[in-house]
């Protein structure tokens, strides 16, 4: 499954580099990230960061557990997020941030597919919809952080 999603927002691009960056604070706004550890944070680059993110994620009946390597690039403002095990065939996910007349545009993408054909399955039914509502979590603290027309910094 893929989808992309781009919403314009009201607040610098480095402002939300930053809060897509600082995963370890998912769990406190994103409601099915139930616990994520960052371990091994390296420099792979000048203004490039990589981290192992473990997480615990819970969706209703369903709770599982994987990692991911988190690219952190500063100077483009992207955020690029590969797996490395747990219940997905594959996983990627991509944030561009770049700047616009209105603010920021964000651009999000995400290309994944469970092991599981019954988790699939399941996901697939609301795919959109999750997606929309994981964005919507980050334009929520990023309302609660920065304020709701926080543009000027």
């Not at 781009?6 to 897509?20: A, G, K, N, S």
């Not at 994520?36 to 000048?46: H, Y």
């Not at 561009?96 to 995400?110: C, M, N, S, T, Y």
């Not at 959109?128 to 709701?148: I, N, P, S």
Request: aromatic fraction near 10%; include cysteine.
């Amino acid at each position: 499954m893929r989808h992309h999603l781009t919403r314009i927002l009201p607040y610098q691009p480095r402002e939300l580099f930053e809060l897509v960056g600082d995963v370890e604070r998912y769990p406190e706004f994103v409601p099915w990230v139930l616990r994520l550890r960052a371990r091994n944070r390296r420099l792979d680059g000048e203004g490039i960061t990589r981290l192992d993110a473990e997480a615990e994620v819970g969706f209703s009946i369903v709770h599982e557990r994987f990692t991911t390597t988190v690219r952190l690039d500063a100077p483009l403002l992207a955020i690029d997020v590969d797996l490395v095990s747990g219940p997905f065939r594959r996983l990627k996910n991509r944030w561009r941030f770049k700047d616009h007349p209105d603010g920021v545009e964000l651009a999000f993408e995400i290309d994944f597919e469970f092991k599981s054909r019954l988790l699939d399955a399941l996901l697939r039914a609301n795919f959109h919809h999750a997606v929309a509502r994981l964005v919507g979590c980050f334009e929520a603290r990023a309302e609660q952080l920065y304020g709701k027309h926080a543009l000027p910094r």
